[in-house]
């Protein structure tokens, strides 16, 4: 199917919103693919140029409705809609299509926690897009998600803030190094998070110079999902206070996690930590752990599939503290999902993405 | 002492500063003080409208060399020095006269912790100048440090960092109500707060867009200073994991502080917890709790010596999540010394100092 | 009427927008002003801390709907209205009231003007609101429209984009020395001069790390009005090309301005230049030419009531190049509007304003 | 030359700067570069990971000194050098070697234009690095500067401001449309373009919510090399008023430049003077006329090899305004130098260069 001869063509619909246009300019550029139809629900009939004008390529196509017949026919189709949205589309497209979903709708396994946390009904569950996910199996072997996605029709591509945790503390958690019973994770969060919603806490003026939290106290809906992803990593019962925060930059995402050395580990070396780190991540192409005292800063990662990561142990405190920086549009969701839809497809896992940020 | 006829004259030495300037911003509005000496260092013989250009009535005055001679004849002089030079300064200025060390030198009580922390010898302790912080007494009875700071005529004023933390957690510990064993605090932080020191992890053009955390993992020179206020406020013993972030503002802390609840509080109740907050904080004039369900930002306090604050339980967690804003140079630096200058001589707390923000 | 004893009660039609809560925050540390009624259209109801969280003195103030009965009983009233809304509630209001438009509607002489950049009707012609503008009259006599603010009852104070380019200009062209014939002025704009409004281009995701011009091309409602400014300051003939720009700070404008050296003075020097502007605002509080060599910044003038500028002959291309700073909310409009005021009610031009700015 | 099979070594002299680095990123993913030796001044030694941690690919790769020893064997060198350093070291690499100056040296055809504004010894001329420049011939026919880099083994990469101002006027200028004798020029630019230098103003803290102008009056080094620009189009005499301003964005210029409709011309509708830009442009990769009423955004360029023009007919004020958005490093430095690099091998001119800009 991988061949360079014939592109396979992918539709994206929610052209319009920061995902789907980051999905495009990736798939601008791979060498794979050819871009098919674009879609948009109140967008529909405008010229992509004007809402999307850094697609220089694509400026003239102009968005149709998003519907079944209009995302007919394609290889790939990929969903950038609101929650909620994207299974009874998805339903009406045929199994042999390769659909991803940049939404939450599929990703949670449990029908009670998506009900708890979004208070709708539950669509199901799909193949989850973390190539990366540790699974550590019930009798202790070790492999990544990223087995489970070749071949896959349909995945849940994860969110950008859940990317970030997860990979900053499934090594420790998979390795029984740290517990996962009281995990703290505070965000600083670029505002291309939040989608181009119209609400007075988002304008310019108000985010220029300015931090503030959101979804504070154990109401964020990535919770369950993060939660999820550490026991498939291996954890017993998981724990997590999250706290997010807009910060005045527009892309990136710095986690800052922190977990306790798990019980019987207390005497663990700021170098057993690292070993464990540098084990997890040592032939991930998008992962990269830096070298020790080198910290990671989000404009270093800006437009690339990377996630950059660093660890240290803080004896006095009993913790250990990892720090993950990220584009929550690239490795947090659009390059995410090319990088699921080139495994999910037999390509080479890196086809299409980039390793180097935008920097400065 | 305290009469609006007859002003005090106030010399600051590191007039060229962040933190000189913004006192000097402040003094020149003060009803009660009259601006005496500038002193710097590489910066003497410049006029202060060069280094300084918002300050626009003193923009002709020019510094003088940093001398005890200089400082000489004022009712209050403020040090902005750097790390350990305050103290060889102060030794020269008379018993009578108030100095103000916005410096760390004379902060810590333990020589300990000071040798370990900064590697130098100590300077000594002076009454610290964080007016809100709360005091446990053995018998468990409780006040403020403003009690200590009347008539006081040498205050170690704290710094921003550890005023942000302090403030955020204190009201829990006093209560016994949150465990201070294991606070983690993750800080979004301006640049101001690094001076105006030239180095190049603080260009516009590698702080723009970018967030990036520093002092990982149990180094930062503040974390000492926080577990000693907390032990004022009641606890015994203190565990804190502290991570600060730079995040592309000028100024402003956006400090998320979450604790356990502590052992046999467990099942507190939201409205509970608000209730440790509420009337810890009821009287102050400059910290102030949000209404239950707003969250604070650092752009309301741009410019006013407020520290907004705002609590949850995250139940789930079992932690509470306290986040407080503050301005980094102004509660966080030259407004708190100048209520604790106020509060030294004698004049209304408030005196000189405004509660608005300047935002957005 | 002017007496610290007692205070002169103000209303705030329109609290809950920038220019509104600018003036409020203003207000809330002026010697002689009581806050009364705070007025809002769609947020009536609202207590202001919701919608000013940055104004803690008056969190707790409920919104009232804006009538001419909750205006009723003050001694001044300001009004921070959508263009097009002030003319009917003024005539509501008592003549012996202290009306001050924050918006467009009166400040325009000519009702041709009006219609053609605002299409509807014209709602009148009140004093103009900018003390320091230049008037000479046929007779070349000279002298500032402060002099017609004092006991006016009715004040139209100007926008921030005409204030700075007429504070950069009107010497040149009040002395002869600059053509006000083929002016250009390109501004960089802070966000919070575009108001509350919910629009993507508004999005701090899209305003951050970006520069963008918008009303380009003879288009911008803020012509006419520099235009009239520059004839009341002896111009005959007046064309400007001016071109707003945003970029990413919530406040400030910073205004480069050129024009050509007049017919007959073209051998100017840059001493005669200079002098030009130094005699013009040698007296002025609040506008400040800075020494030569400097350039203003627009950081050096947030939140205070300062206009800074700088002016340099470039002799090579014949023309003048005059830049302009200021905090567009502050002497841009509510800085203004209250020293327009004092004026009005015969108090001290700079009572409850500062002109140090908030920085760095 | 240009085959796929067979890469050419590219070395970058200069690598820890801003430039170096871009070039860097590009040459990454260049179908047809390999990227060689890196080389520095003060950083040899360093690991590229730690000076520049966003080039993930070549984080192990170690500086050298730059020497021509180091510099020798490879196809292409790139100098991304202090003014003045280039000419020594160009000297001594063979003349079939093709050097590309990002610097300044060797950009002016005048030794005195070069004397007047650098102050040191003119270091030589050579083949100009904009492809799009339009040359008039005396005879008046049109061609492009690309015709001039096939072959060429030398060429001087023209700075970022002065690419703005060219693309923005050249064609009104080539057309006789607008007259190049009262040119005005105002930039909004990031603080890249500035560079690593550790300066009091570069510092974030200064930069983050400010906006400043610099080189004022005539002074900025540029403006020569615009005129000589402009010359070439078809200008006779060139007069130019610029004022570049930083603005708080790390990456981007957005030039506004405004012309007087040229005598003669002064009827000119506004359709005439689109089409004037659209013929210029019609055909050009990398440079692009947006629709009507649409108008750029630096945003829209970041990382891409794209300028965006618009251009309006402000008929009242008698003149033309362009405005121009590029990312200064990119087709202001960087990628311009692969253009014209690609010019000159023989390869495609699009190779290895996107007009997907990152956004937002």
Not at 93 to 98: G, Q
Not at 274 to 297: I, N, T
């Amino acid at each position: 199917m991988a061949s360079t001869q014939q592109r396979l063509r992918v539709a994206v619909a929610g052209a319009s919103g920061y995902a789907g246009g980051e999905l495009l300019r990736i798939a601008a550029r791979h060498p794979h693919l050819e871009i098919g139809a674009l879609t948009a629900h109140s967008n529909a009939g405008s010229r992509l140029g004007e809402l999307q004008p850094h697609l220089r390529g694509l400026a003239d196509r102009v968005l149709e409705p998003t519907t079944a017949e209009a995302l007919a026919g394609h290889d790939v189709v990929v969903l950038g809609l609101p929650h909620g949205a994207s299974g009874e589309i998805a339903a009406q497209l045929p199994d042999d299509v390769l659909v991803l979903d940049l939404g939450a709708d599929h990703r949670l396994a449990s029908a009670a926690d998506w009900e708890a946390f979004y208070g709708s009904a539950h669509a199901g569950t799909w193949p989850y897009g973390l190539p990366e996910l540790i699974r550590t199996a019930a009798d202790g072997s070790v492999t990544t998600q990223r087995d489970r996605l070749a071949g896959a029709r349909r995945i849940a591509v994860p969110g950008c803030n859940v990317t970030a945790v997860t990979l900053a503390l499934q090594p420790g958690v998979a390795a029984g190094l740290v517990s996962p019973r009281d995990v703290v994770a505070v965000l600083a969060n670029g505002y291309s998070g939040a989608g181009k919603a119209l609400k007075p806490h988002l304008l310019a003026a108000e985010g220029l110079g300015s931090a503030a939290p959101y979804a504070v106290g154990g109401t964020h809906r990535h919770i369950p999902e993060i939660a999820q992803n550490l026991r498939v990593a291996g954890a017993d019962d998981v724990s997590i206070s999250f706290t997010p925060t807009l910060v005045p930059m527009s892309r990136g995402i710095l986690a800052t996690v922190t977990a306790r050395l798990a019980p019987g580990r207390e005497a663990a070396s700021a170098a057993d930590v690292r070993a464990v780190w540098e084990q997890a991540y040592a032939d991930e192409p998008f992962v990269d752990l830096l070298p020790a005292g080198q910290w990671p800063s989000t404009a270093a990662t800006l437009g690339a599939n990377t996630a950059l990561v660093q660890v240290a142990l803080d004896a006095a405190a009993g913790r250990v503290v990892v720090v993950t920086a990220l584009d929550n549009l690239v490795k947090g969701t659009a390059g995410q999902a090319v990088q699921a839809m080139n495994l999910a497809l037999g390509l080479p896992e890196t086809a299409g993405l980039v390793t180097e940020g935008v920097a400065p």
